[in-house]
């Protein structure tokens, strides 16, 4: 394997992980906000 695919790998494999963490954090601030509401 190439660097550069390496890097291309690993850069599609962080961005999996900000999104999936990201979208985490924001479905607990929904979630958090429903019990305000609520």
């Known amino acids: 394997m190439r660097p ?3 890097a291309v790998e ?4 962080n961005r999996r992980v900000y999104h999936s963490a ?4 924001v479905m ?8 305000i509401v609520r």
């Not at 690993?10 to 494999?13: A, C, P, Q, S």
């Not at 990201?22 to 954090?25: D, M, P, V």
């Open 28 to 35: 607990g601030r929904i979630e958090k906000t429903e019990k």
């Open 10 to 13: 690993r850069t599609r494999l």
């Open 4 to 6: 550069n695919d390496y």
């Open 22 to 25: 990201l979208a985490e954090w």
